[in-house]
């Protein structure tokens, strides 16, 4: 006979069909072995649709944190800090959410100390990882939804095609990440410069020159006021892919900040060719999307954990926040060293935030073959 759920208090609060509708999909849970408490713990959680999905992802909840550390030999504490390393909720010590997958993690941890990487080099790069997979978990999540969604279908049958979707798809996923992750280090490896001073100190590269890039949206802010969250996704989206559309050469895109893009490349001629044909790109969009601004700076910068540091990075920020509406702004430093190249006009002066004194500005655009002279 089965679980009375109405006894155990799942139905509480619904009538009729949908009443109906959950203690059909209550029953399907049970069927796949899931417990009571697991059930009521969901249902407060609002997750019981995704509760067969959750479980083809990383198996059914089985450990406390306190029993990961006990069973692998990762101290507590550590386990703790490579969770919000993660960006992940820290749990009760006590509490039974860990699953095979996250005892299976712990160990790994280990196996990479054992290996000599420092833990704390393992949580820079936890931090770096778990920013990135998030983002990529949350678009996967959509994605499988807007496959399995059909009108009036009830919660049970949801459950059961989003579970099998999950299934079907994630042997797909484990390959596909090592994939891009093998692809962005083979591309590190072939663009890192050491010098023979670095190498005798036996120490990773210090600070070095690079160009720095930020273009933002004009307007987003005001814009997200005005318009339906899933149209400003879609504009943010389409950020990113226009982006990924111009970039070539040793640029590369460091990250996407809802409404702005940076990059950087060892060279600032190639960055400032991609960032016009991005603000080019944006402006061929139609007067439904927001015009681009952007900001370029050379100077000497730090890479750490798949991001830069230093004044040509902070500058690059300060003064696309200045930059007019479908415009390039670029330094004295950037301008020298392509002048021949761009066609410039001065922009003035501007004290920028940060930088002593006032800093002479140009605008940058692509240079007229019968035009000789440059601005």
Known sequence: MGTDFAAEGLLDGLDDDARAARAELLGVLEEEGVSVEDMRSAANDGRLMFLLAERAVGGAPR??????????????????????????????????????????????AISFEEAGVPFDQQLAVVRVLGRGLGQAAEAMRSTVLELVLQPGATEAELARSYGKEVEKLLPLVGPALDQILRIHLRQMVRTEAISAAERLEGSLPGARQVSVAFADLVGFTRLGEEVAPDELTRVADRLVELTGDTLRGEVRLVKTIGDAAMLTAPEPGELLDVVLDLVAAADGEGEDFPQLRAGVASGEALSRAGDWYGRPVNLASRLTAIARPGSVLATREVRDAVREDYKWSTAGRRKIKGVDGQLTLYRARRADPADDETG
Request: proline share 9%; no cysteine.
């Open 63 to 108: 450990y406390s944190a306190r029993e990961v550390a006990d069973r692998t030999g990762l101290p507590l504490e550590r386990l703790t800090a490579l969770r919000r390393a993660q960006g992940l909720p820290v749990p009760d010590p006590d509490a039974t959410v860990f699953s095979d997958t996250d005892l299976d993690a712990a160990r790994n």
